[in-house]
């Protein structure tokens, strides 16, 4: 049973997580995050939910998943020219609207704009994954993602994919013989923290079932791993998400299960 204070929406915790790790980002860590392109991914990501809210007829406009969309481009996306962060929050919300089955958007918003301009352009690339080993951060960033996942319940997901990442790092450095300092030095990476709690568990693109998320995890684990390892791709776990996010419908038709609806999630907590 949730606590009075819970917020019905988890839409409101992952504003909340996203926007202070943001801060963290800038007034801290100095991870290259700055104002103006953060500004200009979630003005166009607004923007952008906008000018498709009218266009589709939709009978209100909905803020909070482009903010969330441009709150994860200004962590995850670094760009030599600002107008790139623009077009990645349009990008990404053109991607909801147009991309879709059954009535689902196949691609996570973010990660879809985000492989889109790594493949398309020499102008972009991922936050650095080392955000440092500071305890605390550690301690805040799972904090924070411990109340996203609770309120969106998609906690699975997150845990097993980071319990397959994990130990295919593990396996591979008792393969090698390596010190298990380098793949603990792997795992900690806040943008891997990011990635687990806020994008391969997006509700509105993961699939509907247990098992079929778990299937889904372990294989983004895996094609991760290989794209990382065998050919060298440093944004690996992004085009790994992207690349099979589209076997999601056959998994909800495979093994068919209630879909997550923000509405109905919404009264649910309001209920607990």
């Not at 606590?3 to 915790?13: I, L, T």
């Not at 998320?213 to 050919?231: E, K, P, Q």
């Not at 068919?256 to 999630?265: G, S, T």
């Amino acid at each position: 049973m949730l606590p009075r204070w819970w917020p019905a929406d988890a839409r409101h915790f992952q504003i909340a997580a996203l926007g202070a790790l943001l801060t963290v980002s800038m007034t801290i860590l100095d991870l290259g995050a700055h104002p103006l392109p953060s500004a200009l991914a979630i003005a166009s990501a607004l923007a952008t939910q906008a000018a498709c809210s009218r266009l589709w007829h939709l009978p209100r406009f909905d803020w909070r998943s482009p903010l969330i969309t441009g709150l994860s481009l200004s962590l995850l996306l670094r760009a030599d020219e600002p107008w790139l962060h623009a077009a990645a929050g349009a990008i990404a919300i053109l991607s909801k609207f147009v991309l879709r089955i059954d009535g689902k958007h196949v691609w996570n918003p973010a990660g879809f704009a985000i492989v889109l301009l790594l493949l398309g352009t020499d102008h972009a690339w991922i936050s650095p994954g080392q955000w440092g080993t500071s305890l605390w951060f550690a301690s805040f960033a799972a904090f924070l993602a411990i109340l996203v996942l609770q309120a969106s319940r998609r906690s699975d997901i997150a845990l097993f994919f980071l319990a397959s990442h994990a130990a295919l790092l593990l396996l591979r450095a008792a393969w090698l013989g390596d010190p298990w300092a380098i793949p603990v030095h792997q795992l900690e990476s806040g943008s891997l923290l990011i990635f687990a709690f806020f994008m391969i568990s997006d509700p509105k693109t993961s699939p509907d079932a247990r098992l079929a998320r778990f299937l889904f995890a372990l294989a983004v684990a895996l094609t991760a791993h290989w794209l990382a390892f065998f050919m060298q791709m440093r944004p690996a776990l992004y085009v790994a998400l992207i690349a099979l996010s589209p076997i999601n419908p056959i998994l909800d038709r495979v093994l068919p299960a209630a879909r997550f609806d923000w509405a109905i999630n919404k009264r649910q907590g309001a209920l607990q």
